[in-house]
């Protein structure tokens, strides 16, 4: 059954210039979350014990719900008649806008907790402050989904501190999961041009505001979990952009290949 | 009455799919009634949590039930804002979730400063003990988490906080 999201009024005020970077940035947002939640739930049976298959399985429909919101909404914004199916299985690899770290391969545990500690701290921090955003879309969503990402953010601190504090093998893999994975974090706050643009009108916060929030709390867990912060590391990026590892197209080909085999199929 | 209060009551007859000695009225996620002067009903309602998959059931018993009601125009929305919050669960909900196994939400939440600090003291809905262990903070639906009472022993499921 179709259940739509109530309309937001606002939308008729706005230039299309601003509901085009409005519609870039949901988009964004929507891609990232949609990727990660697909990734996780490549868990789904295979967690090292049940508990975490269960968390991580929550996490993934957090994010897939979170997805389908922002996909919503931005296909509102575009008013073209395109769908969040649309826009979710029948774009390519190049047209998706999520940051790299989020398509990097789950590893093994400790990468995939390590993946999503860096990320969870990130989308903490924003949803925090994007509930205040003057666009009530965003706002609301942002509202909705703070409330789980501190769920979320509990979860992979916890984890960090467990491996980080564990035995010679759990801290070995942590160390290596880190040093593979930093590299990405540097993305989530280099601000693109729609984002630079929409920071300055105010609707979304200036990332460098962020990211002192994110470094101190990864500080103290990292403290916690005996890690060092690494220094010094020459930041991957281009996700954002469209540029992306080759990780993407693959996990692109197994989700939409329902829609790609049987064009309109629904349930 | 009037027919939006009216269908408020009926509402009433409709349950939450995956806790289903609550109704979507003890849950707080129905959050309005309206009817157009054509006789239209739009119904609006909350998630609680974003990916809820009880949520496109709940809207199909919702239409069921007022179109089985006679009335013939029915549409229900989504609304996310404001966020629901485990709050808007009532008083008879929360007694209701007890007694049918599930720990009602205690203070305080999954906020971020509880990290460090002490754990939501969880009280055992079978033998009321509070001597009781988080196994996990994601249970059997989004909604919930896992825990264990340490005196009788058996596992349960705890209703979250969320604010």
Redesign the interface.
């Known amino acids: 059954m179709d259940l739509q999201h109530t309309p937001t009024a606002a939308l008729q005020n706005y230039s299309p210039e601003l509901r085009v970077l409005l519609f870039d940035y949901t988009l964004q947002l929507a891609d990232t979350s949609l990727i990660l939640g697909h990734r996780l739930s490549e868990w789904c049976g295979h967690g090292p014990i049940l508990e975490q298959d269960l968390a991580m399985a929550n996490i993934a429909l957090d994010l897939i719900g979170e997805t389908r919101s922002l996909y919503q909404y931005a296909a509102e914004l575009e008013g073209k008649g395109r769908t969040e199916d649309d826009l979710a299985y029948l774009r390519e690899a190049v047209e998706y806008k999520n940051p790299l770290l989020v398509e990097q391969p789950n590893g093994d545990f400790a990468d995939t907790v390590m993946r999503q500690f860096i990320f969870d701290g990130f989308h903490f921090f924003l949803l925090k402050d994007l509930q205040n955003s003057p666009d009530p879309g965003l706002a609301g969503i942002a509202a909705k989904s703070f409330k789980e990402a501190s769920y979320h953010l509990k979860w992979s601190s916890e984890w960090i501190i467990r491996l980080g504090d564990g035995t010679e093998e759990s801290k070995r893999r942590i160390e290596k999961a880190l040093s593979n994975l930093w590299r990405y974090s540097g993305e989530l706050f280099a601000m693109t041009q729609t984002e630079k643009q929409l920071a300055q009108a105010s609707f979304i916060p200036e990332y460098s505001a962020l990211q002192p929030q994110w470094e101190a709390h990864v500080a103290k867990v990292f403290a916690e979990a005996t890690l060092e912060v690494p220094q010094n590391v020459f930041m991957q990026k281009g996700g954002k952009t469209g540029l992306h590892t080759e990780h993407l197209g693959y996990l692109l080909t197994e989700l939409q290949y329902l829609q790609r085999a049987y064009p309109g199929l629904e349930w | 009455m009037t027919t939006e209060e009216n269908i408020w009551q009926l509402l009433e007859e409709v349950s939450d799919p995956e806790i289903p000695v609550l109704s979507i009225l003890d849950l707080g996620v129905l959050r309005n009634v309206r009817v157009r002067e054509d006789g239209h009903v739009q119904v609006?309602i909350t998630?609680t949590?974003?990916?809820?998959?009880a949520?496109?059931t709940i809207?199909?018993d919702i239409?069921l039930k007022l179109l089985a009601l006679g009335f013939k125009d029915v549409s229900?929305?989504?609304?996310?804002?404001?966020?629901?919050?485990t709050d808007w669960l009532t008083p008879d909900g929360k007694v209701k979730l007890e007694a049918y196994g599930i720990a009602p939400p205690v203070e305080p939440?999954?906020?971020?400063h509880?990290?460090?600090g002490r754990d939501t003291l969880v009280r055992c809905p079978l033998c009321k003990s509070e001597n009781t262990k988080l196994?996990?903070?994601?249970?059997?639906t989004?909604c919930k988490a896992?825990y264990q009472c340490l005196d009788c022993l058996e596992p349960f499921d705890y209703f979250?906080c969320?604010?």
């Open positions: 609006t998630p949590y974003s990916g809820c998959p949520m496109n809207a199909a239409k229900v929305n989504l609304q996310l804002s404001p966020a629901w919050t939440n999954g906020d971020i509880a990290l460090f196994i996990s903070q994601f249970g059997s989004s896992h979250k969320l604010k």
